[in-house]
Every structure is written in structure tokens, then in C-alpha cells.
């Protein structure tokens, strides 16, 4: 305001607590940059500004991301939804017979369930699934962001800053970080402990050796065993690598010594994490239980009858093909991580920090290499098994990001050897921007194709999830609006209900048990997202298809809190084996059901005794809602695999109809007689 002084205060300059900011040091690093050495670093986001780019990516995974497997569904978000509501579907390996599922690993995601009843009294059960996911992400994002800033000063700006790009862009990121799985939780555990065992070992950083341990261990125990073959090289680094130590001759013996024993040390304290595991499997199972032992025994040492072989085996070249899916470009990348080293060390060994380290150090060619290798070790156990699934990748996701930004890295440093060498002009080259811009090509075109494959999975195959919610949002409602019950609002915290409109609370459809309503599942049972996102009242069954193999059965009911589910969870379960065998019990006639779930083509159709076309049975079944699925059978490998914009590309693509039907008379006589209880009194709403 003009006319109005203003006075404006701040602290002295000139005392003597004031100190200059020290500047930030550079080349610091296993890899170092060689233009523009006296240049302030490049630019790199913060670990907090990392965080927060990497939630909100991660975020929009756990509100969008398909399922991208039904393991995931069966063993572990019925599971979790058995301890949560008293009901679900079990399968064999949680049966106390086999016990090669944790307890304890699926309590741990009780707790994000549990929180959104206790902070603000929501009890639904879609806010409960989507719950687990966001802790899922947020987990992901701050174990990324600490990898990222390990790379960034142990490793390099560059590196770091497009592994960064890498991982929030990644399609395969997108899909394993929001998963409800073992594995998923081992690439956390080993994310968290690789921005540990990235530093350069040293006998004056217990500290280091001590997390590492700690984290692979938390990994393969909590998590999935197998995965600690990922600490391979930390181990051989910890136990024979100087690193970061400079060791004479005579000091050899002590230094080996030392290492030795602490890391001896830390695998034994590292083994304490087993017991509350232990002792959490054995309160569930009623029986001592150490699952990762029977996890390990089950894979490893199966008999001619039994064995992860049931369930299918694929080509050497499954895990090649589903990496180029998620990663594109990024995989070969990573893939040419440790030959494009070897490059650099023979024709730009000044990048490698140290030319000719003395025989009391390491070479940091050689940690370099060391922090490149737990990908290939992976890549190659996998490969060589018979049994291969997409989810068995998932920790070793991070690292192929790390192994591809370490390449491009190297193909920059390349770039600029030749530019040098035809302008004889390290001047030019360090004002030149072609560098730049062969990274951001790179990282770039990655992205978008990541972004493509990430609308196609969205596009083609999220149809599964979208019918179970038109069946609470839509036809759940007219069902209770047909015997004339007023549609409630959902019983919500009073301070929460203040500010919200009374139109925009979701509807109470707790009255819908009275109808005893069953939805069932053919062929498409291994497409179902789980009972978190079916409404309370409504049981889902199986009916018989042409599959032949073993579906999960129903746990046991029980009623009360978490303690009253060793009831069900310890009881031996019946038509359970672990033969792949089918169990007739786990049927229901396909008259029984009220509403049913299938996959029809009317561009190829095909029926079977067991699989006639119930979508075209006008006579029986009504449609509800039909929504366009992909046949990838009849599709382009191109179109199928991306997604883009415009009918030339939609052309290439065919699709079925994924539909959610009604049973006309069934739920019809359901609707009369609830209405004439009602009105008789005989129900009270």
C-alpha cells in the first residue's frame, strides 16, 4: 500500500558463528566424470525431492495397477483378507500340512488394514485394499530414494540421476512395487540393503556391514529365501576385497581376520530375525513351523511327484522376453553393464577414478563390477530353473535400472572420447550438448515406451477389477432399491461426516447378507482380484470348467479379532494336496449361482461342455456389465504389447466381452421372498 512504511528485520552478517557453506565435493565417486572437472556437479534431486517424485508415481500404481498375478490373490490377499473379515480362499501351501506361506509376512500388512479403522473408523473394504498398496508404495519409494542416494555419492551424479529416471518410469517398477508378495518385499529389503553394501566396505564402517546383513537376511526370511543369492557379491566384497581400506602386506592376516569375524558376527545376529518369524508361523499353524526351511525344501529338494514343475515350465528365454516387456531398452543395457566396464578400463580408465591402484588397494574396477554382478547372478539362477513366473524377477527389478544407468554412463563417456578425438578439443566437448542429449534420447525413449506399456496393461486387461466394482457400485444397489430398502449411507466417524456432502458417502450395503447372494467363477478364476473387492454378504464360488487342475478352497469361518483366526488357520483343511490334483468338493452347480463372471469372444467363439457361452444364453443369464477385454490370441504382438492413441492401431487388436451376469429367476426369487420377509417383519433392517 503506497504511503505505508515498512520495516523489515533479519539477522547480522558479520558475527563470527556465521561459517560459508563448504562447497560440494566432487569426483568423490567409483566413476568419475573427465569434462568440466573444476564445474560445479551436475544437478541432482534431493532424497527428499527423490521421495516425493517417487511416491507420487508409486501412489498412482497403487490406485491403478492391475494384479498381475493370482499367487498374489490366493496366497496372500486371502490370506490377509481371512484375518481381516473371517472368511476367504486357502490354498494348499497355507494349509499346516505344507506350511510354505508366512504368517508373519502377511501380518505385517494387517497393519495398514487395521489403521484406517482405528485413525478414522473406515471400515470398507476397496479403502482397506487400496490401504496395503499405498504402504506398499511408500515403502518402495523411500527404499529407492535410498539407493538413489547412495549412488550419488559412492557411485556418481549421472549414475544416479538416470537410475532415477529409470526406476520411476519403469513398467516393471510400475507393476512389482505395489505387490502383495514375498518377492516384493525381498527387492525392498535388498533396494535398502544394496544402498548399504554400494559403499565401499572398510573395516572402519561396521556400521555398513552390520545393515547389509541385517536387510538380506530380513529379505530371505521374511521375505523369499532365494533372494539372498543377491548378497553374493557384498559377501565375497566383505570378506576379501580391500575396498575401502589400504592394506600393506604385514597387516594382511589381521585385516582378513577382522573381516571375518564381523561378518561372522553379523550373520549371527542377522539369524535372530528368524525367531519372531518362527515364532508368529507357529502361533498361526498351531504346530513349530519354519517356513523358509519348508519354502526351500519344496523348490529344491522335491520328490518325482510333487514340486514348482506342477505349475508349469517355460523356455530359457521366458525371463529374457517378459524383461524386455517391462524394461525395453533397459535390459540390454544392463545386460552389457559389465562387457562395457571392461570397454572402458581398456580405452577411458581415467572415468574408473585410480589408473594403476598399488597392490594395498582395490581397483575400483573391481567394485565397480562387484556392485554390477548380483543382476547377472540372478538372471542366471532363474534361467536355469524349469519353473519360471514374472514375480521371481521382481528383486532384482532395482539393480537392472542401476546396471542400465551405469551403461549409459559408459556409452556417454565413449561419446565423448570421440568427439575429442575428432576436434582435438576437450574445450569443445565439454561446451557441447550432444551428450546430453544422447542420455536423454536414451532414458527418454524408455520412458515412453515404459508409459505405453503401461496404458496397455491399464486398456487391455484391468476389465477384472473394473466388474467387480460395477457389481457393489451398481447392481448391488438396485438389487436392495428392488425389495424397497432405503439406501443408507455407510455408518461413518461423525467428524469425517461434517465434511462430506450426505450424497457422496458410500452406500451402506450391509443389508445385502439377507440375500444370501452367490457370484461364481469358471474359467476365469485365476482373473479373480480377491474378496477385498467383493462386498461383505456376497460368497464366491467355483463351478467346473475345462481347467483340471486344483482350485483353492474356502478357510474355514471364524468370528472375532485376529486371535480367534488360529481356529481356522491351524485346522488341516479338506480336498487340499499339493499334486495339482483336482477336488470336485470345490464345485457348486451352476444353478445355484445368482451371478457369474466369463469371457466370451463373438468374434471366435468357442464352447464346451464345461464351458458353454453363458454370455449368449439370453434365456438364463442377463448382463449386468460387459466390458472390452483383449484376445491377445487374435491380436498384433505390437498393438498387444503397447498401447497408442488412434483406430489405425486399434484395428490390429481383438477383444472379448468380460461380463458380469445375472441369473434371472434366481435373483428374482432372491428379491421376493427378502421383500416379503421384510414386509412380514421377519427381517429387521
Not at 505385517?108 to 485413525?119: A, F, Q, R, S
Not at 561446451?431 to 503401461?454: D, Y
Request: hydrophobic letters at 45%; a positive charge; charged letters at 20%.
Amino acid at each position: 500500500m503506497s504511503g505505508v512504511q515498512t520495516l523489515r528485520l533479519r539477522h547480522p552478517t558479520n558475527t563470527e558463528d556465521s561459517k560459508p557453506r563448504e562447497p560440494t565435493k566432487r569426483h568423490t565417486g567409483i566413476l568419475q566424470d573427465q569434462l568440466r572437472r573444476a564445474a560445479r556437479p551436475p544437478w541432482c534431486p534431493s532424497f527428499s525431492m527423490a521421495v516425493r517424485l517417487l511416491l507420487l508415481i508409486r501412489v498412482a500404481a497403487a490406485m491403478y495397477a492391475n494384479i498381475q498375478d493370482c499367487d498374489e490373490v490366493f496366497n496372500y490377499w486371502e490370506p490377509l483378507h481371512y484375518l481381516d473379515k473371517g472368511y476367504g480362499f486357502q490354498t494348499w501351501e497355507t494349509s499346516p500340512v505344507y506350511a510354505i506361506r508366512s504368517w508373519a509376512y502377511i501380518v505385517l500388512h494387517y497393519i495398514p488394514v487395521k489403521l484406517l479403522t482405528w485413525v478414522i473408523h473406515e471400515t470398507g473394504k476397496r479403502p482397506a485394499f487400496f490401504a496395503v498398496r499405498a504402504f506398499l508404495a511408500i515403502a518402495c519409494s523411500i527404499c529407492e530414494a535410498k539407493l538413489y542416494d547412495t549412488v550419488k555419492q559412492k557411485i556418481n551424479n549421472r549414475v544416479a540421476r538416470y537410475m532415477l529416471f529409470m526406476l520411476a518410469t519403469s513398467a516393471g517398477m510400475w507393476n512389482a512395487s505395489i505387490a502383495l508378495l514375498p518377492s516384493t518385499f525381498a527387492m525392498f529389503a535388498n533396494t535398502l540393503a544394496c544402498s548399504f553394501a554400494f559403499i565401499p566396505a572398510s573395516n572402519q564402517n561396521g556400521r555398513r556391514t552390520l545393515a547389509a546383513t541385517l536387510l538380506f537376511a530380513t529379505g530371505a526370511i521374511v521375505g523369499w529365501p532365494f533372494a539372498l543369492a543377491l548378497a553374493m557379491p557384498f559377501v565375497f566384497e566383505e570378506l576379501f576385497v580391500f575396498a575401502g581400506d589400504r592394506v600393506t602386506p604385514s597387516a594382511k592376516g589381521s585385516w582378513l581376520v577382522n573381516r571375518w569375524t564381523r561378518l561372522l558376527l553379523c550373520g549371527g545376529a542377522a539369524m535372530q530375525i528368524a525367531v519372531p518369524v518362527i515364532l508368529v508361523d507357529t502361533f498361526f499353524y498351531g504346530q513349530i513351523v519354519a517356513v523358509p526351511w519348508n519354502i526351500i525344501k519344496y523348490n529344491v529338494f522335491p520328490d518325482v511327484a510333487r514340486g514348482p514343475d506342477l505349475y508349469g515350465t517355460e523356455p530359457w528365454s521366458f525371463y529374457i522376453l517378459n524383461l524386455l516387456l517391462n524394461f525395453n531398452i533397459l535390459l540390454p543395457l544392463a545386460l552389457i553393464s559389465i562387457p562395457a566396464l571392461a570397454v572402458t578400463y581398456r580405452i577411458d580408465r581415467r572415468r574408473l577414478g585410480l589408473v594403476r591402484p598399488s597392490t594395498e588397494e582395490s581397483s575400483p574396477f573391481i567394485l565397480l563390477a562387484l556392485r554390477l554382478l548380483p543382476f547377472y547372478i540372478w538372471l542366471a539362477i532363474l534361467t536355469v530353473q524349469a519353473h519360471k513366473e514374472e514375480r521371481f524377477m521382481y528383486p532384482a527389478y532395482p539393480l537392472i535400472c542401476f546396471n542400465a544407468a551405469v551403461s549409459v554412463y559408459l556409452i556417454r563417456g565413449w561419446a565423448e572420447i570421440v568427439f575429442i578425438k575428432a576436434t582435438s578439443s576437450p574445450y569443445r566437448a565439454s561446451k557441447s550438448s550432444i551428450f546430453r542429449s544422447v542420455t536423454l534420447s536414451i532414458t527418454l525413449f524408455a520412458a515412453i515406451v515404459s508409459f505405453s506399456r503401461i496404458l496397455a496393461l491399464w486398456k487391455y486387461y484391468h476389465t477384472p477389477m473394473t466388474v467387480m466394482y460395477r457389481l457393489q457400485a451398481d447392481e448391488l444397489p438396485r438389487v436392495l432399491n428392488a425389495t424397497g430398502i432405503a439406501l443408507r449411507p455407510h455408518p461413518i466417524a461423525p467428524d469425517r461426516r461434517t465434511r462430506r456432502n450426505a450424497d457422496e458417502d458410500p452406500i451402506d450395503l450391509s443389508p445385502i447378507k439377507e440375500f444370501g447372494l452367490r457370484v461364481c467363477i469358471g474359467k476365469e478364476w485365476y482373473r479373480f482380484p480377491g474378496h477385498y473387492l467383493v462386498a461383505d454378504g456376497v460368497r464366491v464360488d467355483w463351478i467346473k470348467s475345462e481347467f483340471d487342475g486344483q482350485l483353492p478352497a474356502h478357510f474355514k469361518p471364524t468370528t472375532g479379532g485376529l486371535r480367534s483366526r488360529i481356529v481356522g488357520t491351524s485346522a488341516i483343511p479338506l480336498g487340499l494336496n499339493d499334486l495339482n490334483r483336482e477336488e470336485p468338493m470345490h464345485y457348486v452347480d451352476v444353478s445355484t449361482c445368482d451371478y457369474l463372471v466369463d469371457l466370451d469372444f463373438p468374434h471366435d467363439p468357442v464352447s464346451s461342455t464345461y464351458e458353454p457361452r453363458y454370455a449368449v444364453q439370453s434365456d438364463t443369464w442377463e448382463r449386468v456389465a460387459c466390458l472390452p477385454f483383449l484376445d491377445a490370441r487374435h491380436s498384433s504382438l505390437l498393438t498387444r504389447t503397447l498401447w497408442l492413441p488412434g483406430e489405425t492401431w486399434q484395428s490390429l487388436n481383438k477383444y472379448g466381452d468380460y461380463c458380469l451376469l445375472r441369473h434371472k429367476q434366481n435373483v428374482e426369487d432372491k428379491i421376493r421372498v427378502v421383500g416379503e420377509a421384510i414386509a412380514k417383519g421377519e427381517i429387521k433392517l
